[in-house]
């Protein structure tokens, strides 16, 4: 009996897991690692001092896109530490409640990023469709108020999720299956029921990330219905230009976390590479691509980069 007592606990700490099978080579996995943090922070960063900077650019699309580059700041600053720890130094012990607050931090950035990808949309919707209110409509007032309707939101539905997690006991391993804590995957380690926060957990993705995706895709059915209604193809395809980069965002950022939550629903037909695959992708493709894509697709951004560092190279000659 002493011994069943002993094992219902929480654990002092979890263990991360890399890349099944490959766990030779981490140290050389590293390196690309490294290499998309430094494009994530730096990209995401240099986004934002050009928005800052640029008078012209203080438009809602562009204070959008620079909440946007903050979460993906945000988010990867929140899983750099046991990324790194788990390739660079091999060291894949962390700390339970280190663990927890690694997770809230990770789902509190991802649900402010969905409701940011709404806004954005809401936005191209505003400027297609109506593109003679856009001024009126979005109001600085009312982009301040949906930039912090997310963060409020973020942190109310995710305050819940490390405290229903601390009421369970853990007897089975405590290994997890990503580099980073993820509520599903530290939730599969708890004996006692989580029936709690099954619930809970899968309430929180369809009233956020569901309802986001949902609105989203109204909002390009509308979008469309009203670039078909244009008269000149030229004004259809300079209309639908103006949203290829939020569609290609909207599609790295949700295309892997259903394919995430799926394989942790049905994670026993699955192999454990594929559940380490798509959790990286999860983690590195949106905060990435996000700013190479904008930098590359946004004329008026590429422009004053461009500016930026040929003055730079200017002052070394």
């Known amino acids: ?22 766990e030779a080579i981490q140290i050389w996995i590293s390196i690309p690692l490294c290499v998309m943090y430094l494009i994530a922070l730096l990209g995401n960063c240099i986004i934002l001092f050009v928005i800052k900077t640029t008078s012209r650019l203080h438009e809602p699309q562009y204070i959008f896109l620079s909440m946007l580059a903050t979460t993906d700041v945000g988010l990867s600053l929140s899983t750099l530490p046991t990324v790194l720890m788990v390739f660079l130094l091999n060291h ?18 991802s649900s402010m990023e969905s409701a940011i990808l709404l806004a954005m949309a809401f936005d191209r919707f505003v400027a297609i469709c109506n593109p003679l209110h856009y001024t009126m409509v979005l109001t600085s007032p009312r982009i301040i108020g949906m930039g912090i309707a997310a963060i409020i939101r973020g942190v109310v539905l995710m305050v819940p999720l490390p405290i229903l997690l601390k009421r369970l006991s853990f007897c089975k391993d405590v290994i997890l299956s990503h580099c980073y804590c993820y509520h599903p995957d530290v939730m599969k ?21 569901g309802v986001d995706a949902v609105f989203i895709v109204i909002s390009y059915i509308l979008i469309l219905k009203t670039v078909l209604d244009i008269a000149s193809e030229d004004g259809q395809l300079k209309a639908l230009n103006t949203c290829v980069s939020h569609i290609f965002t909207v599609c790295i950022f949700y295309v892997p976390l259903i394919v995430l939550a799926l394989i942790h629903r049905f994670g026993t ?16 493709l949106t905060p990435v691509l996000n700013p190479l894509v904008y930098s590359l697709k946004t004329k008026q951004i590429r422009s004053v980069i461009y500016k930026v560092f040929k003055g730079r190279g200017n002052l070394f000659k």
Do not use: K, W
């Not at 894949?92 to 950035?109: A, G, K, N, P, V």
């Open 1 to 22: 009996m002493d011994l069943i007592n002993r094992s219902l606990f929480q654990p002092p700490t979890l263990l991360l897991t890399g890349i099944p099978g490959l």
């Open 269 to 284: 037909f699955t192999s454990p590479l594929l559940h380490v695959t798509m959790a990286n992708l999860f983690l590195f």
């Open 189 to 209: 380690l708890a004996c006692g029921p989580v029936r709690v926060n099954i619930i809970y957990g899968l309430s929180l993705v369809l009233c956020s990330f």
């Open 92 to 109: 894949r012990e962390i700390e339970f409640h280190s663990c927890l607050t690694q997770m809230f931090f990770i789902h509190t950035f």
